[in-house]
């Protein structure tokens, strides 16, 4: 079957809608012209693609906190969409009960843009999500994961791990960075996305530096841990993007039809709660 025809969750995307949601005065980078996603037009993008379902990711870009964007989407979409906020630190167990109800279903921790120090103090809130049953989502790159060992062996929170960690492709696999995440697979409780491999990779698509990795990774974690994200709309590439080249490149990563549909629809709809039909 062509993976176009296939059923799919998108489990790693933006919508941006400045002008119904204006940006924080203090956000660092953002969004405009042809960046700016809203959720209607990212529905059009899915329909085109027939992508059923997306777990919506709070930006740190433009919105940073304020994920009343995010939140109106799922809102205005219903089943069709869930969602990862980005919260501060002491963000009350109350603020998260709300949004989980209202279609949440984990919190963003961007180390890779913020650093380490940035999770200096997010025991507490690592806790909470775990009481919840909520992801910590996690975007680091190069070693970063290292230094979040301690953290993570000290509390039960699932994990969400963004765009194959993004490894340095000239490292190779034995890297810190990337061997931590694999040993991550032992504790049955950590979600690889198989994304973002133009944000790591050194070459143009179909990023085969990035290939190796992404490979290791549905070979360590498996399909029903690996879940496919397309990071629409593109923040910042310095090339064209498009979002039917990513679904092409992910069936000749997993060409096995049964493994595919199982990290592009099984294993999704079940992590983040979404029903079978729309």
């Known amino acids: 079957m062509n993976i176009f025809d296939e059923e799919k969750i998108d489990c790693h995307n933006h919508v941006f809608d400045p002008a119904r949601f204006p940006y924080r005065a203090d956000t660092a980078y953002r969004p405009s012209m042809q960046e700016i996603g809203t959720a209607a037009q990212f529905a059009r993008v899915m329909d085109a693609c027939g992508v059923q379902h997306a777990l919506l990711v709070g930006p740190t870009s433009g919105y940073r906190t304020d994920n009343r964007c995010m939140l109106d989407a799922i809102a205005q979409h219903g089943d069709r969409f869930r969602g990862i906020a980005v919260v501060d630190h002491d963000v009350s167990r109350q603020a998260l009960q709300e949004m989980k109800a209202a279609g949440v279903v984990g919190v963003a921790f961007n180390p890779a843009m913020e650093g380490v120090e940035a999770m200096k103090h997010a025991e507490p809130l690592f806790g909470m999500l775990a009481d919840l049953d909520m992801f910590a989502q996690i975007q680091v790159t190069g070693d970063q994961l290292v230094a979040l060992e301690p953290l993570i062996a000290r509390t039960a929170t699932r994990l969400l791990i963004d765009h194959c960690g993004r490894p340095e492709p000239a490292a190779g696999i034995n890297q810190p960075g990337f061997q931590s995440l694999l040993c991550l697979a032992d504790t049955d409780r950590t979600v690889v996305k198989i994304s973002g491999l133009q944000k790591f990779s050194q070459l143009d698509y179909p990023y085969e530096d990035a290939q190796f990795f992404a490979r290791q990774l549905l070979r ?26 990513l679904l092409t490149l992910l069936q000749r990563l997993i060409p096995d039809a049964d493994a595919r549909r199982r990290v592009l629809w099984t294993t999704p709809r079940s992590l983040f709660g979404f029903q079978p039909d729309l």
Do not use: E, I, K, Q
């Open 220 to 245: 360590t974690f498996g399909p029903d841990r690996c879940v496919w994200g397309s990071d629409w709309p593109f923040l910042r590439s310095p090339v064209r993007m498009d979002y039917a080249p």
